[in-house]
């Protein structure tokens, strides 16, 4: 920073004994979305008395810059207070790499492809560190050292909030099944698509070195699964509820057999999906002051009124009207709503599932 | 503002019979603090079907820099953007007019007072406004336009909210027996010292007009009441919380004898008071990320934990310890919280009622 | 807004004699490049004494949102203070649009596919606008309204800034020629890509179009141009200077007969190029205090130092130094700086040129 | 910090003969201000070549939570980003230290009341720094660490900037003799009114004890001096610049006896003084975007434009205005104006010597 002070993040690495899948959690690299700094904190409370099969590499606090940035009360929620850029935006991605691989490396086993793909993209994210002459912004310097530790694993977990949010996880098309492991009820498939996410960071190369592989016939999977955990609302620490969501996360990695067996299950519970394309958000029609309304996990019926937006301006006047109710034409499943009650016209009010179905195991 | 855009503040009157005291509400005065114009909006549809003896104003939205400024999704709470200053330290008092006016009104009955004595101040304000060849910042601008509406009225109500908050009320030792009328648990008694807001500014005139009285030997008094009612916590809109609020702040009203008597009592409650002095802020010792654990409104108990801060930077180290509770050797009732679990050392974490007692009607 | 403000544009309408093109300027799309405002003044002083051959559409305050937003003392630059999007990156593009026109109009003539396809992209807009049930974010329906107007003409410049820069000029490869009627001796020369900026939506389309016909055997032109011309630092308002700039828009509309002649002539000056590609970011290596070197518009030799960093928190300490000095082992030309002496690790430092040569008439 | 980030501050001592007073130097309490910081870093490579009577202190980055606060580009400048509240209004100040002093010892000779009074100070800000159950907030934790230091020496200098400025100089009316030590052209002179800056937080208690013991007939001086130096403009280094603020210090010092004579000398310049009361804020009448016309330094007659503001909305009206001129019915010296070009009705524009004279050595 300006006053020479430098910034460091904690990393804690737990060491496994080597015949699971290794893991790599994250939490807070959104400045304002602090809670999966507490449940870092419930695992490594639980581990410390679990048998490990895989290393396990937990980073709290992992975005410095964003998480001690205060603008006003808050902390400065989703971007560099400089750019604007989205943190969660600045992952590396190399379209080409997963192709020049293939076609370097057509005859090559499973573990031979694993240990030397990886190699390369380390390689590559090393190249854009260190071999920059005009330099790398800040985001893109913090970004690429957390990917780069993200990369040596096989489950990759970054753990998010929403701003006043249930919880809810994004998933890979292809790791649906492993969906529901977690005691979270909603679910986004999110398509092979890179746009900067460290989930996607992580996942597509693979999923790109699989199609690349099936092009010249051969059917391979690499068992890499990224997904990112929306833990609740931003701006709160919930320490029993950390414990609750610990309890969430090692289900899931017993399952793949990154921890031993120890009785860590998923509830039961209805766990609904939706694509990417489908979740939508829904843009405030005016400004105005907002009564949320729609509750959170629950299908709102088309008709029914998600908000009502207070507008005094109006009061009196009869060409207007001081409450508007907002309803949609469809039935949706509310998410989450902005962290604020006081809205422009075109601010994002609630995130919304729509089109959504059941997931089964 | 800087493209020529005009802010304006709606402004309700209503008119009564002219044999009750006459009223003035605002609300939304700091930005985040919105819940008081959905507090307005419930009183002026009640109001319409009341009787009404006093005249009574209410001002939502009244500081439309602040209700319209976001810094990141949250809206800036207390303070100008460019200068700072807390939008409610901005009033006008002027110490020098009650002595004056008590040299030159010696023996005037107290109508002749009442009116003068107002009519003083507002000259004085009009000064203010008016005639500064160097001009006027505009937070003092705002303030003065909304203080010449307020001095218009006996009973004045400034609308705010905590951070996360209970239900609070700032009322003066001398009006100590009106807090008893609102459906407000905890009370802080204010003595007579202008400090920049609202209620103070209103009613601090009209009592040290009394104190100049009372010492050539008048016993006066002129029926001024101010009160900051603090709602709740910042940045929510609940409409239905609003009609709570709007019964408590008629059951004040007629309890004054400003609308007619039409059943709107007081709810029974216990009620605390305490006074300014033994209102305290407790600042974070260290940075860190804080689990709240007091609960509002009741009494904490000395040594048990009002908060716990995580400090996952310590998570490990032998010599210090990743969760600290913070105490106090004293009882107290935690009354608001900071808004943000992200904390440095030194921030308001608490707002606290000491050596409170109970307030009996 | 929050409070029921409607903010507004005002947009001035020049009515030309129909023989020549039509003309849309705007300014202070982004919030502290206000001195686009200022030239706009003086464009609409000098306009009323002109013969117009087009119509002329000039919009000062582009961005009222951005406009009255202050961070502090300063405006906030260049993104949505909620979303942290660039306000510039939220124009339209319909990459399938033109493709489609070719397609149904093979063998119109110029006059029907100007007329024709604006009316395509103007009915796409008017789409985004009305008829999406989730609503739009409020910078998008900004930039959607103004880029409604922008269509319409068939001459586009969009007046910014930079933070503290010198005058530059963002042209199209293809109206390389059009870059010396500017008095602006900086020229970057962009590719067809639309990356969300106003000048790229108005032009690329048009761009494409000629593609998609060449590529069925006509080689039409559309005469359509789109710039963005820098006009030097943010946060700053000079009159005098405004009128200078105005004489080089001028110079450029009586060029392309948009105005009847009147001896508006660009200035002899050297004119450099270079491409976008080569107009490189320099990231600082370091957090600390920036002494800025460089001087804009000035080639500086490879070694030459473009700033020293200042670090006291180094003084003293044998194996630091307080002072670094930065350098790059190329020649470059500094267009523009931070706006601030005080920059974290990866603060984007300066712009400059690379690769860059003269531009002939 | 959130994080756990222990912000901490450089501090240099040089260690002087002991026949001169001691000295201590500050830079950077408010987060823009920079400059400081390169003049800290002059006199370090200047005063290692010196001999030195006094001690030296030299403390840059004063407030490390102000020099790495951003809000966009620039940095927060002069209050804390959580409450508001100037980091230059926090220092302490007992009141009633110096009377209670006097009446302990009433007899005691200089050389003891200097020490044992500034011991008191001393145990007094400790008091405030250790033994506060409730806390402290972040800005004074700050402030009475930085004091603790300041109170140690007998001259003390805290180095500033303005917005947009020109250099400028506050000083104890009682030291107006020092002000011409310094190659500064302009001196404000201040009241022994302690209003929460360092430089009153370190001068007011001598002072009131000098008055103290003339109330009881004794005539003392203590040789205290303390001034906030005003170094020009905000968010700028320049170390050239700073070698030359260096060497006005220099000048002091050498002229109060805390390093040898080595010819630093005060340049021969014309001195003009005011008293705080005639340093004006112009505020600005209108929003707008204003161009600043008055020049720093130099007198400004009676009708002379100080600034114009551009009103793009009422360019075309009939009754409006799209330029308005600012003018003042008397003579004035501009001495700063507000940082940026967008201002609202009643920002801070400029500020101005009032009722100036000339000072003479």
Redesign the interface.
């Known amino acids: ?5 430098e ?2 993040v ?1 990393v ?1 690495r737990l060491k496994g004994s080597g015949h699971g899948p290794s893991v790599y959690i994250q939490a807070n690299i959104h ?2 979305e ?1 809670q999966g ?2 449940v ?2 419930q695992l ?1 409370e639980v581990l410390q008395r679990q048998e490990l099969y895989g290393d396990i590499t937990l980073v ?2 992992a975005n ?2 964003g ?20 943190w969660n935006r600045m992952y590396h991605f190399n379209q080409a790499l997963p192709g020049k691989f293939v076609e370097t490396f057509p005859d090559a086993d499973t573990s031979t492809i694993l240990e030397t793909f990886q190699q390369w993209m380390l390689d590559d994210i090393d190249d854009q560190l260190d071999h920059n ?9 913090i970004a690429y050292q957390l990917q780069r530790m993200a990369l040596q694993a096989d489950l990759v977990l970054d753990l998010h909030t929403g ?1 006043i949010s249930s919880k809810h996880l994004y998933c890979p098309e292809y790791a649906r099944q492993s969906a529901s492991f977690f005691d979270i009820p909603h679910t986004i498939l999110i398509p092979n698509d890179f746009a900067g996410a460290l989930d996607e960071s992580t996942f597509c190369p693979w999923w790109d070195l699989q199609q690349a592989y099936k092009n010249i016939g051969r059917d391979l999977s690499f068992n890499k699964e990224s997904f990112t955990v929306e833990l609740g609302s931003q ?5 029993d509820e950390a414990l609750v969501d610990a309890q969430s996360i090692l289900s899931y990695l017993q399952a793949k057999g990154s921890i031993a067996d120890n009785g860590f299950e998923p509830q039961e519970m209805t766990r609904y999906g939706c694509y990417l394309k489908d979740y ?6 005016m ?5 949320y309304l729609g509750e959170f996990g629950q299908p709102l019926a088309a008709g029914q009124p998600l908000a ?1 937006i ?7 006047d009869p060409d207007a009207n ?2 508007h109710y907002l309803t ?2 469809q039935t949706v499943i509310p998410i989450l709503h ?12 609630y995130k919304l599932f729509s089109n959504y179905f059941e997931l089964k195991k």
Not at 1 to 5: F, K, L, P, Q, R
Not at 72 to 84: A, K, M, N, V
Not at 287 to 291: E, I, N, R, S
């Open positions: 920073m300006a006053s020479g002070v910034l460091t904690p804690y400045g304002a602090v700094n507490a870092i904190y490594l709290p606090y410095p810059v998480c001690n940035h205060k603008n006003g009360e808050y902390t400065l929620g989703r971007f560099d207070p400089i750019t604007g850029v989205n002459i005009f330099g790398l912004t800040t985001g893109r310097r701003p701006e709160l620490i919930d320490l939508k958000v829904f843009y405030s029609p400004g105005g002051m907002v009564d009502r207070l507008r005094m301006d109006n009061y009196g001081p409450l949609l034409d902005f962290a604020s009650a006081s809205v422009n016209q075109g601010t994002e009010l």
